[in-house]
């Protein structure tokens, strides 16, 4: 479901029926090829890059409520789009995110709500991370939502949350841990640049190709 979902995005990107602005042509993006190696960190870009963005650096504590209230949205489009729409092979929503650690227990339950709500949600993160003090990944799994689990780096540190029916992408220094919201961290929201988009979902198919389902695991 979840590498059908990646191409059946590719494809509306490819067609331009999710471009928000006239000014992007599908050939731009298209020209993009995917790297050879997956980066442990994320993805590495050069050239100019457009886009609206926020900033939720200055107060730790309310990056935990922005990152809810995004992953959120995906499951009001999910809801809104399940009423409606014909072909339900395909998730009018989908939630990406990729974490080196995860212990935060309200950012775990906007997940599972958004997965409950038809979006498609599927979580990667580094392995020995996982099995830490703490580690919501069984929870999430068990919780109906896919879980990878990455020993192929000596540490899979990506931390951003792709919200593909937004077309957006959070990302920064901040982990989606109950102690990073007493730390000093960053993170911006980078809106509505579709070659940005398809850089990051390369970046996770990347990971979550030579990862391990934590479900199978558990079942």
């Known amino acids: 479901m979840f590498k059908r979902a ?22 731009a993006f298209l020209q993009a090829e995917p790297a050879s190696e997956v980066n442990p960190d994320g993805p590495y870009f050069e050239g100019p890059i457009y ?11 309310t990056i935990e409520d922005k990152l809810v209230s995004a992953i959120l949205g995906e499951a009001v489009i999910a809801r809104a789009a399940g009423l409606t729409r014909d072909n339900k092979d395909w998730p009018a929503a989908a939630v ?10 309200k950012l775990a339950d906007a997940l599972i709500y958004a ?16 099995q830490g003090k703490g580690s ?10 896919m879980v990878y689990l990455d020993a192929s780096h000596n540490a899979m540190h990506s931390k951003y949350i792709l919200c593909l029916s937004q077309n957006a992408v959070y990302t920064g220094s901040y982990n989606f841990t109950e102690n990073a919201k007493k ?37």
């Open 6 to 27: 990646c191409v059946f995005f590719l494809g509306l990107l490819a067609a331009g029926l999710i471009l928000p602005e006239a000014s992007w042509s599908s050939t």
């Open 51 to 61: 886009f609206g963005f926020s900033d939720f650096s200055a107060n730790a504590s």
């Open 96 to 105: 990406y995110v990729a974490a080196y650690s995860f212990t935060s227990k």
């Open 115 to 130: 997965a409950k709500s038809g979006c498609e949600v599927t979580v990667v993160m580094d392995k020995k991370q996982s």
């Open 136 to 145: 919501l990944a069984s929870f999430l799994a068990l919780n109906g939502i």
């Open 183 to 219: 730390n000093a961290e960053n993170i911006v929201g980078l809106v509505g640049n579709p070659f940005l988009i398809m850089m990051y979902l390369r970046d996770f198919m990347g990971h979550v190709g030579h990862s391990e389902i934590l479900n199978t695991v558990l079942s």
